[in-house]
C-alpha cells in the first residue's frame, strides 16, 4: 500500500492582489449583454430612473440575475460582484438594488418579461447561427417535433411572515408557484408566484402561466410549429384543456398530455380490461419496460366536457420499493397511472409511445430542483412585489444558464446542471492583469476544465450581436 503524504503547509495572508474569485461568472454578465438582455432592461425599466442619474436599473436587474445564477441565495450576495469591480465593473449597493425591486410593479414586471422575451430572440437566433438550432426532445428513441412546454407548481418554505405566505396542503407555510419549463433547453418560460394555499388544480393559474410561456417563444417558433403541453394532474381541469385547444384557432399549435386521477369509473374499466389489450410499456431509449403494461381506457370512461378526440391511457406495473400506493393499487398488487392526450393515432400515437411520451414529463422536477438553487428556492422580503421580482429574475438566471449551454459549451458541460458548472466554470479563481492596453483573464494553468472556459469565453466573442 502506497503512503499518502501530508498536505503541504501554508501561510495564509489577506494582502493578495490581482487575484480575482467566481471569474468565470463573467461570461454569464457578457452573455447577458450578447444576447440584448442588459439593453432590453434597460428600456423596459427606464420609467424607473426619470432623471438618468445613478446606477442603470436594466444594468442592476442583470447584475441581480447573474449573482442568482451564480449561487447567491440573498440581495447582499452582490458583494460578490461588487468586490470584484476589476472583473464586473461598477456593482450597485445593497440598498440600491433593494429600492429597485421595491419599485417594480405589475407594469415594470410585464415589461421585464417582454424583455426577456426579446433577448431569448437573440439567443435562439444566436443558435441558429451557431448551426445547432434548439435541440429536439427524444423520448422512446424518437426525435418529438416541435417544442416541449411543462408546467408543474411547487412549495416553497417561508420561515418568516411574508405577504401572502400561507399554510400549503402538506402541512408547511409559504408559496405555492406555478411554473413552466422548456424540455428541449431547460429555459424558464414563465412563473406566477402564489399563495400557499392556492389550489393545485386552478385552471386560470395554469392558462395564464401558459399564456405567458408562450408570450416567450419568438414568433418565428410560436406559429408553425407543434407544442407539447404537460402536465401532471393538477392540470386536468376541463377548462384549461379546452384553452390548451383553442389555441389552434389563433394559429397555434397544440397537444396536451397530462395526468388524470384514477376515479371510481376508471378503476372499473382497468378492471374490466382484458389482459391481451395490455401491451408492454417502453422505456425512453425505445427498449421494453420491465414489468410494465399500457392499455387505452378510451371509450369505456365518460369524457363529457373535455375535447373532442381526447384520449385516455393508463400503465401498470410492479411498484418499486417505496412507491405511494392508493388502495386499489394495494389491492390490485400493482401501481396505476392515468393520463389524457389528444394525439390521434393516425400521427404516431399509439398508447405505448404516447405513455413514455408522458412520462417525460417527470423531468420538470429537476429543472424545479435546480431553479430553488437559483433563486427562487427563497424569497427575500416581506413584500410580494418585490417577490415576485425576484422570481421573475431567478427565470432570468435559469435563461443565462441555459443559453450558456446552448450557445458556449460542449460535452458533458452542455447537458450540466447548475451546482456541476458552478464548481467547474463559474467559481473559478483566475489572475488580473494588464499589459499591451488590455485586462487578461489567466485561468489557472492546472485548473481541469481551464480549456472549455477559455473556449466558452472565445465563443462568445464570435456570437454575432443584435443590430443597434
Known amino acids: 500500500m502506497q503512503g499518502i503524504g501530508w498536505r503541504p503547509k501554508v501561510q495564509v495572508s489577506a494582502d493578495g492582489s490581482g487575484v480575482v474569485g467566481h471569474a468565470g461568472a463573467r461570461l454569464l454578465a457578457d452573455l447577458a449583454d450578447a444576447t440584448g438582455l442588459t439593453a432590453a432592461y434597460s428600456t423596459a425599466l427606464r420609467p424607473l430612473r426619470p432623471r438618468g442619474t445613478g446606477h442603470d436599473p436594466g444594468r442592476i436587474a442583470t447584475d441581480l440575475a447573474v449573482m442568482l445564477a451564480d449561487g447567491g441565495e440573498a440581495i447582499a450576495d452582490l458583494a460578490v460582484l461588487r468586490d470584484q469591480a476589476g472583473v464586473f465593473g461598477p456593482i450597485a449597493s445593497t440598498p440600491t438594488a433593494w429600492r429597485l425591486l421595491a419599485d417594480v410593479d405589475e407594469t415594470a414586471l410585464a415589461s421585464l418579461a417582454c424583455a426577456r422575451a426579446q433577448a431569448r430572440e437573440v439567443a435562439w437566433l444566436q443558435a441558429a447561427e451557431h448551426g445547432e438550432g434548439i435541440p429536439a426532445v427524444r423520448t422512446a428513441g424518437r426525435v418529438l417535433p416541435g417544442l416541449v412546454l411543462d408546467l408543474d407548481a ?6 418568516s411572515e411574508k405577504a401572502q405566505a400561507a399554510p400549503t396542503y402538506k402541512g408547511g407555510f409559504g408559496f405555492h408557484p406555478l411554473l413552466c419549463f422548456l424540455a428541449n433547453t431547460g429555459e424558464a418560460l ?3 408566484l402564489r399563495p400557499g394555499n392556492a389550489g393545485a388544480n386552478t385552471a386560470s393559474d395554469h392558462i395564464t402561466v401558459l399564456d405567458q410561456a408562450l408570450a416567450q417563444i419568438p414568433d418565428a417558433h410560436r406559429h408553425g410549429t407543434d407544442f407539447l403541453v404537460r402536465t401532471d394532474s393538477a392540470g386536468s381541469a376541463k377548462a384549461f384543456l379546452a384553452h390548451v385547444r383553442d389555441l389552434r384557432n389563433r394559429g397555434i399549435c397544440t397537444f396536451f398530455s397530462v395526468g388524470y386521477a384514477i376515479t371510481e369509473p376508471v378503476r372499473r374499466a382497468v378492471r374490466a380490461m ?3 389489450l395490455w401491451y408492454p410499456a417502453l422505456n425512453q431509449d425505445g427498449m421494453l419496460r420491465d414489468g410494465a403494461e399500457v392499455a387505452e381506457l378510451t371509450g369505456m370512461v365518460d369524457m363529457d366536457g373535455y375535447p373532442v378526440g381526447t384520449r385516455i391511457i393508463v400503465r401498470r406495473e410492479r411498484p418499486h420499493p417505496g412507491a405511494q400506493l392508493s388502495l386499489f393499487d394495494q389491492d390490485e398488487g400493482l401501481r396505476h397511472q392515468v393520463f389524457l392526450t389528444h394525439t390521434p393515432y393516425a400521427d404516431g400515437g399509439s398508447a405505448q409511445f ?3 411520451r408522458h412520462r417525460g414529463h417527470a423531468c420538470v422536477e429537476d429543472h424545479i430542483r435546480c431553479g430553488k ?9 416581506r413584500d410580494f412585489n418585490v417577490n415576485a421580482a425576484w422570481l421573475e429574475l431567478s427565470l432570468t438566471a435559469i435563461d443565462l444558464l441555459s443559453w450558456m449551454r446552448v450557445l458556449l459549451l460542449d460535452g458533458e458541460l452542455a447537458s450540466a446542471e447548475p451546482k456541476k458548472l458552478r464548481y467547474r466554470l463559474l467559481h473559478v479563481a483566475a489572475r488580473l492583469t494588464r499589459g499591451g492596453r488590455r485586462l487578461r483573464l489567466r485561468i489557472s ?3 481541469p476544465w481551464r480549456h472549455e472556459l477559455a473556449t466558452a469565453f472565445h465563443r462568445l466573442t464570435a456570437l454575432p450581436r443584435p443590430a443597434g
Open 154 to 159: 411547487t412549495l416553497i418554505t417561508c420561515h
Open 190 to 192: 414563465s412563473g406566477r
Open 274 to 276: 382484458p389482459d391481451h
Open 354 to 356: 404516447l405513455e413514455v
Open 373 to 381: 438553487t437559483t433563486g427562487f428556492g427563497r424569497f427575500p422580503s
Open 445 to 447: 494553468a492546472t485548473w
